[in-house]
Structure formats: structure tokens, C-alpha cells
């Protein structure tokens, strides 16, 4: 009798202990901007994803041109006055914050065009994060293409950080934080990343002057995007910080301070751009530094001869049209 007693209890014992472990199980998050960096990881939209294959240089000769051009929708986000002056052959113009709308007409492969490669990182980061996973920058942009359209890296490569003071050998060592805030009526992670890049598309093309974050370094908070080699040829913004790669999933992200302004820079201007707009995306106040070191270390990346890293000739000028 006693062991029937015994066999009767135990399916009520297993019940209720599946009942008591059900009541440990975590509960969904109603932080808004966990359930969009959960989405994200789970999409393959953590920040490593959506660097890969971002880019794309000028063809090197111009019988080159045709081929290069038949695979993509090009989208010119420059003024409309330096694009009516001369564009890529079909290219379609534009503006940072109408890209999604202009992209919806795209039939191949879209190629982002700006001045020198930067606001279109911007661009295309929001195309990537909604859904044109293949879109790209024309690395340094129209600076790349011609002389007839080179002014705005031209004018811009520079050797400000010689000598100034607040120039250092050795990057700080990053601490880690909490993750940023924002509130959003969903929670659905969909929903809010298209709110996110929205938002992000709507406030412009976030960049800060070298000279300023070299004047007052404590007033950012600086990533500097580069492998710890490059740190240690060149040295690097005081205070800075070197974060890179990161990514969500693995928390890396989380060694920079959301309750500062988020400086990122690197070679060019064009990955910090990304960067910057994945950061803004994800609820950070972040700035990307314009023209990265090609700004501020010039003479000293072309005396190395970093083609990779600089522009500094051009073999030949690629056809434009107005």
C-alpha cells in the first residue's frame, strides 16, 4: 500500500516541480533598447555583421567603368548643385534622409556616393540595418572618381595633431558601463530598429572638427577604431580609448560611456561613419571625427606609404556627367 502511495505522489512530484521551475524562467525585457540589440544579434545585425563587404573603391582604369557600373544603383546623396555639376553616369540624386524612400527603386545592388566617402557610411548603414544587406560606399567617394570632384578630401587632409599637445603614444585603457537608454512604445524589435534608423537618418550626418576634439579631449568620450599596431605607430587623441573591434553580443560595446559624447575615429572618416550611425541606431550620442587621421597625421601616413589608409593620387579620372 505504501509503495502504491508512493507511485501515486510522483507524477504530482514531477508536475510540480516543472510548475516551480517555470516560474524561474527570465522574463521578456520591457527595455526597449535590449529587446532591439537582442533582435539585432539574433538578425545578424551585431555590428561585425553589417562591417563586412561595407566598401568598395573606384575601378582603377576607365574602360573598367561600364562593368562596374552595370551591377549597381548608384545613389549620389550630394547637394543637388554639385551633383548637377557632374555625376556618375546613372547616378540617381538624393539626400542622406530620404535614402530608404530613394532605395525602393533600386533593382541591383546599391553603391552610396557622397563627397569623400563619410555621410555615406551614414547612408548606407541605415540601408544595411533595413534590409539592403548588400549596399555599399564608394570608398572616398566622388574624391576617388576625379580630380574635378577631389575638393572635399583635398582640402581637408591635414597634419593638425603635429605637435599638439594633446596628441599621446599609448591609448587609455577602457572601462566597461551600462548600456544607453532611449523609450519607445513597442516591443517589438523590428519595430523599433526602423524607429532607430529612422531617428537616426532624421538627425543628419553626426560628425565633429578634429580641431575641436583635439582642443578639449575631456569633453568626449574617444574611440579610436584601429588594431592596437596602428596605436602604437602612431600614437592616438589623448584619452582615447581603443575599442575594436566590438560588438554587442560579446559586450565589447559596452566599453563605451553612454552618458558622454561618443567620438569615433579612424584612417579616413568613412568606418567611423558607420560606426557612428550604429551607435546613434543603438542609443548612443555619437559623433564620428571627420577625415579620421588623414586629418590630423597626414604627412606622416603618406611618408609611410599606407595606400590603403589615405588617399594621395589618383592614376586616372573617371568620366562624369551633368
Known sequence: MKKLFLLFLLPAFILGSCSSDSTNDPTPSTDPQKILTDYMVAENLDLDDVLSGWIVPAPATVAEVDGFLADRYVIDIRSATDYAAGHIQGAVNSTLADILTTAQAADKQILVVCYSGQSAG?????????????????????????????????????????????????????????????????????????????????????????????????????????????????????????????????????????????????????TSSMVTAYLNVIGYNALSLSFGINGMRYDELVANDDPAHTYTTRTVDLPTVQ
Not at 572638427?209 to 592616438?236: F, H, M, Q, R, S
Not at 560595446?253 to 575615429?265: F, S
Open 122 to 270: 551614414h547612408a548606407v548603414m541605415a540601408l544595411r540595418l533595413s534590409g539592403y544587406s548588400d549596399a555599399q560606399v564608394l570608398k572616398f567617394g566622388m574624391s576617388g572618381w576625379s580630380s574635378q570632384t577631389s575638393a572635399s578630401w583635398d582640402n581637408n587632409t591635414g597634419n593638425v595633431a603635429e605637435g599638439n599637445s594633446n596628441w599621446t603614444d599609448a591609448a587609455t585603457a577602457a572601462s566597461t558601463f551600462k548600456a544607453p537608454t532611449f523609450t519607445s512604445a513597442s516591443t517589438d524589435g523590428a519595430t523599433i530598429l526602423a524607429e532607430r534608423v529612422s531617428a537616426m537618418l532624421g538627425g543628419g550626418f553626426k560628425s565633429v572638427k578634429n580641431t575641436d576634439v583635439l582642443a578639449a579631449p575631456n569633453d568626449y568620450y574617444i574611440n579610436v577604431y584601429w588594431p592596437e599596431t596602428a596605436v602604437a605607430t602612431y600614437g592616438c587623441i589623448n584619452t582615447a580609448v581603443r575599442v575594436s573591434p566590438m560588438t554587442i553580443a560579446d559586450n565589447t560595446i559596452l566599453n563605451l560611456n553612454p552618458d558622454e559624447t561618443v567620438v569615433t575615429y579612424c584612417w579616413t572618416g568613412q
